[in-house]
């Protein structure tokens, strides 16, 4: 057995872990790929999601640490696919992301990033709501350059950052933040007064 610490991206997952199987388990009982209804529900959190970290994927200090973060983001991706389903571009959702510090961002980022894992999963079922990367379901499509890809180059800086102990407590509440944020945000788009039916 050897001591060597574990990498930050690996710690990152453990602590994930359990959000991640909550969440994936919400998502599924919505079912959101057996109706146009429901995908809509689940795209307007999505959209809601990328809307709130717009501010993360676009800030000049983030993108010192990481210079193809706009690049990265998907809120315009889904607003698009609410547009392509005639859905209503919803209203920001009091309780997102405010002002985290560095390491914070770095843990919501890690989140946001991560879901286009995810995604690779879901848009293969998209295809039975005739949704495809250039209509509907834009935002889980391959992102420029290859998922894994994109990824691997995302987890190399986290890992290579220099942290103080402080700032590794900052991104880890950062990540598990994020995971509750998305579960709000879900359970609030499939509440029964949601308006996110397709026109
Ligand atoms: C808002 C955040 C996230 C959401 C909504 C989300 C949602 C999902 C869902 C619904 C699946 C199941 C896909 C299927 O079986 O059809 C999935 C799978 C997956 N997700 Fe996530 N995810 C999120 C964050 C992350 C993060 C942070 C990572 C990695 C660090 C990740 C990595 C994966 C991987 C590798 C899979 C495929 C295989 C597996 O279940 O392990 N996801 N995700």
């Known amino acids: 057995m050897t001591t060597e610490a574990i ?3 690996q710690r990152l997952n ?9 969440l994936d388990k919400a998502v599924k009982a919505h079912a959101p790929f057996e109706t146009l209804a429901s995908y809509c529900r689940f795209l307007t959190a999505q959209y809601l999601f990328q809307a709130e970290l717009k501010t993360l994927y676009t800030q000049p200090l983030l993108i010192e640490l990481m ?6 983001c998907r809120a315009e991706q889904a607003k698009a696919d609410l547009q392509d389903l005639k859905a209503s571009i919803p209203d920001p ?3 997102g992301v405010d002002a985290p510090s560095l390491a914070e961002a770095l843990g919501w980022l890690f989140v946001s990033e991560g879901s286009k ?3 690779a999963f879901l848009i293969k ?8 990367d250039t209509f509907g379901a834009r935002h889980l499509g391959e992102p420029a350059g ?4 994109g990824w691997k180059r995302f987890v190399r800086i986290i890992d ?7 700032q590794e407590h900052e991104i880890d509440r950062g990540a598990v933040a994020a995971f509750e944020r998305f579960n709000a945000l879900l359970q609030h788009v499939y509440a029964p007064t949601a308006e996110t039916e397709p026109a």
């Not at 079922?125 to 495809?132: E, I, K, M, Y």
């Not at 290579?160 to 402080?166: A, F, H, N």
Request: charged share 25%.
């Open 7 to 9: 990498r930050r991206s």
């Open 67 to 72: 210079t193809d973060l706009p690049e990265r």
């Open 117 to 119: 894992l995810g995604a």
């Open 160 to 166: 290579d950052l220099p942290l103080t102990p402080e």
């Open 93 to 95: 959702v009091t309780g």
């Open 125 to 132: 079922r998209a295809v039975a709501l005739n949704l495809s």
């Open 146 to 149: 290859g998922r894994a890809e």
């Open 14 to 22: 453990q602590i994930t872990h359990a959000p991640h199987e909550q």
